[in-house]
């Protein structure tokens, strides 16, 4: 007998316009989502309220992700890329009326840290990196402010720009749409994933003070929406607007690719769905899931690209995807017996507990509501 369709275990509404960015923070106790109107709400997960509201932006919010367990940074359409301080104390003194809410005084900011003044034409949300030597000092990359198709890269907390990524020679890309920055695991050289509006993708390595491409290819007919780097920086994925999900390689250094500047993508999949415009991997590597115009969020399993499940619920566009970090299975037991051999829990400890070890998939829509489902 056939299961009956999944259903959403909880769904967020408050939000007045539609959801471009969902992210778990803070080991899965927050959601973070943001709007086409530039509001940031924090959702608790063990209450599925909100604890923290605020306009963050005067435009669409591109991009959220956090900084620490402290700090937050936030992307809008307003040219402006903000790190706020936020901790789990600050947000006593945050308002908690919804976006769609008047409140009845006006919503208090969280501390303001620091502003870049960066390009938001493309739509292209910010990626980020830790430095290696300091947690406390991190690198952003966005599209350059001058030229669409290059990447500036700047750092924090200092606020200056410290590498401008040239776009590979080989092919016209126009616009960035997407990128990913992160330190190679085999040769610690800083490198940066881009994704463009012509369908092609590149890799790009900084050594010896210059960078140089390490793989290139056009795997899409159509511009780059989304694109997520494996946990294990040994594969990344794309979506696009036409159907097609690619899986490309992550080479470890130029030698390592064939001297032909065109390389070929470890596997695409023609998934028939036009218009997946986020794709998330989840952080075992085990499973992604994108968020379609087509209202449907799809799962797929990360090594063989096989569709698991269709979940569906939102009646209008899914714009924005996320997993919840989930533990290995040796510390889902260890967590387990401790729950089962500690002293009874609180009722309040228990709903936490449940919030950061549930596999949570959040969906955000363009309907201002976000789904929130508990899979695999």
């Known amino acids: 007998m056939a299961l009956p369709p999944a259903q959403p275990a909880y769904i967020l509404r408050g939000h007045g316009s539609q959801i471009h960015s969902t992210t778990f923070i803070r080991s899965n106790s927050r959601l973070v989502t943001g709007d086409a109107e530039g509001w940031i709400v924090i959702w608790s997960l063990a209450t599925k309220r909100p604890v923290a509201v605020w306009r963050a932006h005067e435009g669409a919010i591109l991009g959220a992700s956090a900084w620490g367990p402290e700090k937050l940074i936030t992307h809008g359409k307003d040219n402006k890329l903000i790190a706020w301080k936020l901790s789990e104390d600050d947000e006593a003194s945050m308002s908690i009326v919804l976006p769609v809410d008047a409140p009845p005084e006006p919503r208090r900011e969280p501390w303001l840290l620091h502003v870049l003044h960066v390009n938001t034409m493309n739509f292209c949300s910010f990626a980020q990196c830790p430095l290696q030597s300091s947690d406390e000092e991190l690198l952003i990359a966005v599209p350059n402010t001058l030229s669409s198709e290059t990447v500036d890269i700047f750092h924090l907390p200092s ?11 080989s092919f016209k890309g126009g616009m960035v749409m997407a990128v990913s920055l992160f330190y190679h695991p085999q040769t610690a050289h800083l490198t940066v994933i881009a994704a463009y509006e012509s369908g092609h993708t590149s890799i790009s390595q900084l050594a010896n003070s210059t960078w140089s491409p390490l793989y290139t290819t056009q795997a899409h ?32 250094a130029a030698e390592n690719v064939i001297m032909a500047i065109e390389s070929m993508p470890l596997k695409t999949l023609q998934s028939k769905h036009a218009g997946q415009q986020s794709l998330r991997i989840r952080n075992d590597g085990k499973v992604f899931a994108t968020a379609g115009w ?15 499940a269709v979940l569906k619920w939102h009646k209008d566009g899914c714009y924005s995807v996320a997993f919840a970090d989930i533990e290995s299975k040796e510390e ?37 509501k976000i789904s929130l489902w508990d899979i695999y």
Request: hydrophobic letters at 35%; proline letters at 7%; glycine letters at 6%.
């Open 221 to 252: 007919t159509q511009p780059i929406l989304s694109l997520d780097v494996s946990p294990a920086r040994d594969f990344y994925l794309t979506s696009s607007a036409d159907a097609i999900i690619a899986k490309h390689p992550i080479p470890v």
């Open 332 to 368: 889902e037991e260890r967590s387990n017996e401790l729950a089962k051999t500690g002293t009874a829990m609180t009722v309040k400890e228990e709903r936490l507990w449940k919030a950061k070890t549930a596999h949570w998939l959040a969906a955000g829509s363009k309907d201002g």
């Open 294 to 308: 087509d209202s449907r969020v799809r799962v797929y399993g990360a090594k063989g690209m096989k569709d698991l």
């Open 159 to 169: 606020s200056k720009r410290i590498h401008t990524v040239p776009s590979p020679p």
